[in-house]
């Protein structure tokens, strides 16, 4: 998994040197010299990993690192999805604080931007001192996952937030639920961070836990001959909520059911209002990326058929909810892929908010599909 | 506009005080590029800036008669920072494995080892309930908390020590001003009038106040970051009842011309209060010369301990006003359906009051006054102009507030933004990395922010007891900081 690669390369830029040590009593020329060395540090090919003198204050908080790792032994492990595990192990591996930092930073820079669609009240993480947004949808390959975006003004929250993402995307919503919050300990960042940034932290959890018990509950609920509305789904299932996070369960806002895939008009459009022209949406998403992409080579397939049945698709009865698009056009050269599933998913806003779920995009250059 | 700076006393012009003036010239045209002041011969010559502050009298005197060195220059007496940290044991430790640079001083204040003396000594020598026993530990324990009174009353110069009332803060202060005054005395469309900078503590108990009697808000709006005095000229009506300014901006490091505002406010009949948070801690503040109606502050900004805080308002006033909280100690006879009150300040101090507190606030004064606010002023002033101007050599670095001047005073504090990078981001890494304490967020002012346009601000605010250096220290940090960001993300 793309954590673990990150996890090896860059344990090796861990460079303890004791140059990197406060001098106490002057100020002027060491710490000048510290910040040189630092700069060369950020752009310094792999170093080996040195033990720190004992006398050190760094040497004093990872000794403090143990202790807390020895007292937290009691956090079960099996409880954490292997993603989690994964990135667990690798800020233990970096002792020191700026280095934790780095890697914070790293992930937050590998989180994809997040719609500003999604960037509303509802999505918005309370307690924490920058602006957090959390988004959760089913996971269009396998409906049992749930998937999560998220996006920080603040570098370190992002970071946070994309550790959560990675950590938990992908696993079904029973064990993200199980998490428990006292992982973050494990990770070490806690003493690096202000008590009010912890709990924007686990407030994040929290509300990435309550969105995938919602996700649970609604797919549970599609055994239904009707299709239930997600408000009143929250108050007469709280008794299974209740069971998943072993009672602790906390309210969820109403508002949350409407983001069931992440489609924050959904729950505020009537069923009704539906366009009931079959075949047709394949014919739009045609229509619209010939004109945005002038493709050289492009196939829509229809696989709402493979989703039936599942959350957020209650209501949607003439399916045309999930789509394979493969495109092949010059308009994406010089684009990242998020660049390209951005443009895919501007040009088809309209299908997005009337019932289109979820697209599986394949985005290529010319040059790229013709060498690959 | 013409920032009049805050009232002296008339005081002995001591020659070291014009003294001092030159040499922040000197130090100012040698650190900044602005020509704002005329080219002094620096009275020491070929120094990048010179520290000394030699003042002859009280604490500083002793030291500036050793000529304590410092590792650059053997010859310049110490500064007035340098001067009083050994009397904060609180400065004196490493965070994070650094040492600390504490500059959240407009969030609190650090405390000398006076004041938590008196705080000890009042438990283990006379502790006792105020005003009500007869015996030994509880008259001297009235006494001394009367004492207390006398010395804020002296403090900031009023006429009557019963004008002065403890509360809890300044923002009961406040409160007291809006639930006994204010809600006894506005009417449907009366208005009131604040800055758009004031602190959520002048303006919530307002909004509260203006719901329940129907009075009415209207706001100053900025200009070139900081209150537009002629709209608020313009604002000012028949209908304007209360004024509500504060004296020094904790975010904009902006001071107001008070003196003016109240004679603008008292032509239209308006009252004035003045939140004088920032102002009291750091200068001289006279509440008769500015003539105010109401004053507040907190003990825990000047040096004194948390859970004090006064209200000082004119005893005409005060006379007239119904209690706030009820209880003990306020009353004069209680019957079983109605009781008659006592005369102001004991009307406002229900049931027992913070005694200790409020004695660990006299102790603090007696701190204050012991250096000479004067002498805190012109050294913060040196400070103020200093920050502001390492600062601003920063790349991307936008600071709110006027660029101080000639004729226009900032506080010794500084919010600022860097570009693109977040300031909570900044604050964490300043601390972690650096052991630099500064203050993230809206520093309850959001509706400053809104009109600032950000969301949130960093902001480095001093007191007496920082130096140069430290400032020197957090420059670098700061940009270290920055560094770590715009690589790294």
């Known amino acids: ?372 | 506009m013409a920032a009049s700076l805050c009232h002296f006393p008339p005081a002995v012009s001591s020659s070291s005080s014009l003294f001092v003036g030159s040499k922040s010239r000197s130090l100012l045209l040698a650190v900044s590029p602005f020509k704002h002041f005329p080219a002094k011969p620096s009275l020491s010559p070929s120094r990048p800036w010179t520290r000394s502050y030699a003042v002859s009298n009280d604490a500083a005197a002793a030291a500036a008669a050793f000529s304590v060195a410092s590792p650059s220059d053997p010859r310049e007496s110490p500064s007035l920072g340098e001067i009083t940290r050994p009397d904060f044991p609180i400065l004196h430790q490493a965070v994070n494995g650094f040492n600390l640079v504490y500059f959240d001083n407009a969030a609190t204040s650090q405390k000398p080892s006076a004041v938590i003396k008196a705080l000890s000594e009042y438990y283990e020598l006379y502790n006792s309930n105020v005003h009500r026993g007869v015996h030994y530990l509880s008259a001297k324990a009235t006494d001394a908390y009367e004492e207390a009174r006398n010395k804020v009353a002296n403090f900031v110069n009023a006429a009557d020590r019963r004008e002065i009332i403890f509360t809890r803060n300044a923002t009961e202060a406040i409160n007291l001003v809006a639930y006994s005054w204010g809600v006894f005395n506005l009417r449907p469309g009366d208005e009131i009038v604040l800055t758009i900078a004031e602190h959520h503590s002048s303006i919530v108990p307002w909004q509260i106040v203006a719901k329940k009697t129907g009075a009415v808000l209207k706001y100053v709006e900025l200009t070139k970051e900081v209150p537009d005095l002629d709209q608020f000229k313009g604002l000012l009506s028949k209908n304007t009842k209360l004024v509500v300014a504060h004296h020094v901006s904790n975010v904009l490091g902006s001071v107001l011309p008070i003196d003016e505002i109240v004679d603008w406010s008292h032509k239209v009949g308006a009252k004035v209060l003045v939140d004088a948070c920032q102002s009291v801690p750091h200068m001289v503040v006279d509440v008769q010369k500015l003539n105010v109606d109401f004053l507040v502050a907190s003990s825990h900004k000047m040096c004194g301990p948390t859970g004090a805080g006064f209200l000082y308002g004119k005893i005409n006033l005060l006379s007239s006003m119904p209690p706030f909280l009820g209880g003990g100690e306020m009353i004069t006879d209680v019957f079983q359906d109605y009781s008659t009150y006592a005369e102001p300040p004991s009307r406002f101090e229900a049931g027992t009051p913070a005694i200790a507190e409020a004695i660990g606030l006299g102790a603090a004064i007696d701190y204050l006054s012991s250096i000479g606010m004067e002498k805190i002023h012109n050294y913060e002033k040196e400070l103020s102009e200093y920050l502001y101007y390492q600062l601003s050599s920063v790349p991307n670095i936008h600071i709110y507030g006027p660029a101080p001047s000639n004729t226009v005073r900032r506080a010794a504090l500084c919010s600022f933004n860097v570009d693109n990078i977040h300031p909570t981001d900044i604050a964490t890494f300043l601390d972690e990395q650096h052991g630099v304490a500064v203050r993230s967020g809206h520093h309850c002012a959001q509706p400053l922010h809104r009109a600032l346009g950000v969301n949130a601000s960093a902001r480095a605010s001093l007191y007496f007891y920082n130096t140069k250096e430290e400032v020197d220290t957090f420059i670098r940090a700061l940009k270290d900081t920055i560094e770590f960001f715009t690589t790294t993300a």
């Not at chain 1, 992982?183 to 202000?194: D, E, K």
């Open chain 1, 1 to 372: 998994m793309a954590a673990s690669c990150i996890f090896s390369s860059s344990a090796r830029r861990l460079v303890a040197s004791p140059k990197l040590l406060p001098n106490r009593s002057a100020f002027p020329s060491n710490a000048s010299s510290f910040l040189c060395l630092s700069r060369s540090l950020l752009f310094s090919s792999p170093i080996s990993f040195q033990s720190l003198p004992r006398s050190s204050p760094i040497a004093l908080r990872a000794q403090q690192q143990r202790q807390q790792d020895q007292e937290l032994e009691s956090v079960d492990a099996s409880l954490l999805p292997p993603k989690l595990r994964d990135i667990i192990a690798l800020f233990q591996s970096v002792p020191e604080p700026k280095a934790k930092y780095q890697q914070l930073l790293h992930y937050g820079a590998r989180l994809p931007p997040l719609d500003p669609a999604f960037k509303t009240d509802a999505h918005r993480v309370r307690g924490c001192v920058s602006q957090v947004w959390v988004r959760a949808f089913s996971d269009p390959d396998d409906p049992t996952a749930v998937r999560f975006e998220a996006d920080s003004d603040s570098a370190l929250t992002k970071g946070l937030a994309a550790l959560l993402v990675f950590g938990l995307s992908g696993s079904p919503a029973t064990v993200i639920a199980r998490v428990p919050p006292d992982f973050v300990q494990l990770l070490g960042l806690r003493q690096s961070l202000t008590p009010s940034r912890n709990n924007g932290f686990l407030n994040m959890l929290k509300l990435m836990q309550q969105k995938a018990v919602q996700l649970y509950i609604e797919s549970a609920q599609t055994g239904d001959s009707k299709p239930v509305e997600s408000k009143t789904a929250s108050t007469t299932n709280k008794e299974e909520k209740n069971s998943i996070l072993g009672g602790e369960a906390e309210e969820v806002p109403g508002e949350s059911a409407s983001q069931v895939n992440g489609n924050s008009n959904l729950a505020d459009k009537d069923e009704t209002s539906e366009r009931d022209d079959l075949g047709g949406r394949r014919k739009r998403i045609i229509e619209r990326l010939q004109q945005g992409l002038s493709p050289s080579e492009l196939e829509v397939e229809d696989v709402s058929y493979l989703h039936a049945g599942h959350a957020g698709v209650r209501g949607s009865t003439d399916g045309e909810t999930h789509f394979n698009v493969r495109v092949i056009s010059k308009e994406f050269e010089g684009k990242s892929l998020v660049k390209r599933h951005r443009l895919i998913y501007d040009l088809l806003q309209e299908e997005l908010q009337s019932g289109l779920h979820a697209l599986s995009i394949d985005a290529k250059t010319p040059s790229e599909a013709h060498s690959g």
